[in-house]
C-alpha cells in the first residue's frame, strides 16, 4: 500500500469514483465522509497520509475542516477538490495549507501523480516540523544550562567552566539529565 487516504465528498458517485482510482493505483482509503464534521473525526481515527475532500459541502465546508484537519496535525496532507477555479477559492485553499488543488471532473493521468507528490511533500512537511521542534527544545535547553551557569557564577563566584563542571557533576552524580538540574537551579533562585 502506498499510503493511507480519507476522501470528503458529500457526493457519494464522486467518493466511488475517486476509491475506485486510488485502490487501483495501490492506495488505502481508510474512510469516507460526506462533510467536514466526519473528516475531522476520521482523521482523529486514522491519522491519515492525505485527505482528498472537496470545497463545497455542507455543515462544514472543506476549507474550514481542512484547516482544522492541518492546525491540529490529524493528516499528512490536503488536496482540495472543487468545481471551480476562480482565483478567490484558490486563494483561500491556500491558505488553509492545502498541498495540492484539483478541479473537478479529475483526470486519472494528473490526478495519481497529485497524490503521490502531495503524500511525499505532507511527509517532508511533517520531518521538518519534527527537526524544528527537536531543535526548538535543545534551544530552550540550553538557554535554561545558560541561566544556570550564571545563577552558580554569580551566587557562588564560579568561573563559567567552573558552573558548567558543577552542573555536569550534579547531573552525574543524581543520574538524571543536565537540563533538570538547570531548570531546578534557575526554578529555585527566580
Not at 492546525?71 to 482565483?87: F, M, N, R, V
Not at 498541498?99 to 497529485?114: C, R, T
Not at 511527509?123 to 545563577?151: F, H, P, W, Y
Amino acid at each position: 500500500m502506498n499510503g493511507k487516504i480519507v476522501i470528503v465528498d458529500d457526493e457519494p458517485i464522486t467518493r466511488m469514483d475517486i476509491r475506485e482510482m486510488l485502490e487501483e493505483a495501490d492506495y488505502n482509503v481508510v474512510g469516507e465522509a460526506s462533510d467536514g464534521f466526519e473528516a475531522i473525526e476520521l482523521c482523529k481515527k486514522h491519522l491519515p497520509d492525505l485527505v482528498i475532500m472537496d470545497v463545497q459541502m455542507p455543515i462544514l465546508d472543506g476549507l474550514k475542516a481542512g484547516k482544522r484537519i492541518l492546525s491540529e496535525q490529524l493528516a499528512g496532507g490536503i488536496i482540495l477538490l472543487t468545481a471551480y477555479s476562480d482565483k478567490q477559492t484558490i486563494e483561500k485553499a491556500s491558505s488553509v495549507g492545502a498541498l495540492g488543488y484539483l478541479v473537478k471532473p479529475l483526470d486519472e493521468k494528473s490526478f495519481i501523480p497529485m497524490v503521490e507528490v502531495t503524500i511525499a511533500k505532507g511527509k517532508e512537511i511533517r520531518k521538518l516540523e519534527q527537526d524544528l521542534s527537536k531543535l526548538t527544545q535543545k534551544m530552550e535547553e540550553r538557554k535554561a544550562v545558560e541561566k544556570a551557569k550564571g545563577i552558580l557564577m554569580r551566587e557562588n563566584g564560579y568561573t563559567e567552566e567552573e558552573a558548567y563542571q558543577t552542573l555536569r557533576k550534579l547531573s552525574m552524580d543524581r543520574r538524571c539529565p543536565m537540563i533538570e538540574i538547570a531548570s531546578t537551579i534557575v526554578i529555585s533562585y527566580d
